[in-house]
């Protein structure tokens, strides 16, 4: 009940926090709610099914340029974000049957090199997508897209949530440790890890699409930039993989830093990032949250809510 109370009142205060907040202020929470999409989505995938990969920026720069197009035709940015989503999911669906055929790094390194693909076809397309000129935008409200990317921030945990305690999110679970065990189980692993690859691709879409309407402008090294997929990761492995509240920490925690420390030392702060990630790794290897688990702290659950109620099950007499 305590954490419940918590929660609501977060969010009634980032609800009010455009009737307070400056410019300022509202740019470092939208790009904060997109990093914690984007690590909810990575999570996914990574954490859950145990497919890490390199390639979200794909589908984060397709839908930046999707949404961009559409909205230079005259779509409204929102059903523009909606089409940009629906091209990632087609992407995804069109690799999900050749890449999931790989594993470990050889899936990591190949969605690398699709994400690089995708970059150099944006560079190559000139009469699309003016290559390096980029493609510029009116820029949306600030608050508007504050109030969007925020119910996409916020959806992404619930969904997580409603994932972690279902049989589904079980399934994914033995398809990470050991899916030659979970498809002798019985577990459809194949359609199962196609499908959450479709999933997760969407909200990288939308966002890529939103994104753009925020800088109001979008190039090929901004769309589809190594650096925002690293930092997606590296959000995740510091908050915890395939856990509930990881990537929601993991994302708030790296972009306050990240934030403090370019601001007042911008000349060494990637070193003092990735210093404090590796401290960070070295005495929690699996991530903070895993960490405040194994401690019992009281905003995060202590057991998955289906192998809570498998055990109650099993707690109670036999009827005679």
Request: with cysteine.
């Amino acid at each position: 009940m305590k954490s419940l109370f918590v929660s609501v009142v977060i969010v009634a205060a980032l609800a009010a926090l455009p009737w307070v907040a400056g410019s300022y202020g509202m740019s470092f929470m939208i790009q904060t709610f997109i990093f914690i999409a984007l690590a909810y989505s990575w999570n996914l995938i990574g954490g859950y099914a145990g497919y890490t990969h390199f390639g979200q920026v794909a589908f984060f720069g397709l839908g930046a340029y999707v949404g961009s197009l559409a909205i230079l035709d005259g779509t409204h940015w929102i059903v523009a974000s909606l089409y940009a989503g629906v091209a990632a999911c087609l992407l995804a669906t069109v690799l999900g049957s050749v890449m999931l055929r790989l594993k470990g790094p050889y899936f990591a390194i190949g969605m690398f090199g699709i994400a690089r693909v995708c970059e150099s076809l944006a560079l190559g397309m000139d009469d699309i997508t003016q290559g390096g000129t980029g493609l510029y935008l009116v820029v949306v409200e600030q608050s508007h897209l504050y109030y969007a990317v925020g119910a996409i921030a916020l959806f992404m945990v619930m969904a997580t949530w409603r994932l972690d305690s279902s049989r589904l999110g079980l399934q994914l679970l033995s398809i990470r440790e050991d899916e030659t065990a979970a498809n002798a189980l019985g577990v459809r692993t194949t359609r199962l890890k196609i499908g959450t690859f479709v999933a997760s691709a969407f909200m990288p879409g939308v966002c890529g699409c939103l994104y753009a309407c925020y800088l109001g402008y979008i190039d090929p090294a901004t769309a589809f930039a190594p650096m925002t997929e690293l930092t997606v990761i590296a959000m995740v492995l510091l908050g915890g993989m395939g856990t509930v509240f990881g990537p929601l920490v993991g994302a708030a925690l790296m972009s306050v830093v990240n934030e403090v420390l370019w601001a007042r030392l911008p000349e060494i702060y990637l070193a003092l990032v990735g210093f404090i990630i590796l401290i960070a790794v070295l005495y929690m290897p699996r991530g903070i949250v895993n960490h405040a688990q194994r401690r019992a702290w009281f905003w995060v659950p202590l057991a998955r809510g289906h192998l809570r109620r498998m055990a109650s099950r099993r707690k109670e007499p036999v009827q005679s």
